[in-house]
Nanobody, 115 residues
């Protein structure tokens, strides 16, 4: 079965950095695009960044120039490097993979940006 397990979240001060990881299993990782979404309290879940099978990336305007998505197909892992973090980046971050009509989600991981 498809499993996505996020790690690397936590509390960081404004201006700091974190790297999230998502370990995938149960499917042929290299054949699928991967994405990171986030959901802040009281807000809808939103796309943060995505990466295609071949490594083409796409970012939300709010994170362009600060966040970098990457993947290691040998390790079945997708990463989200987050720099220059702001309080408004505080959210639960989710790793996700679409497969046809269904989208699979990780359990989510909390990122809190606060002094």
């Amino acid at each position: 079965q498809v499993q996505l397990v996020e790690s690397g979240g936590g509390l960081v001060q404004p201006g700091g950095s974190l790297t999230l990881s998502c370990a995938a299993s149960g499917f042929t990782f290299g054949n699928y695009a991967m994405s990171w979404y986030r959901q802040a309290p009281g807000k809808e879940r939103e796309l943060v960044a995505s990466i295609s099978r071949r490594g083409t990336t796409n970012y939300a305007d709010s994170v362009k120039g600060r966040f970098t998505i990457s993947r290691d197909n040998a390790k079945n892992t997708v990463y989200l490097q987050m720099n220059s973090l702001k309080p408004e980046d505080t959210a639960v971050y989710y790793c996700t993979v679409p497969m046809g009509p269904k989208r699979y989600w990780g359990q989510g991981i909390q990122v809190t940006v606060s002094s």
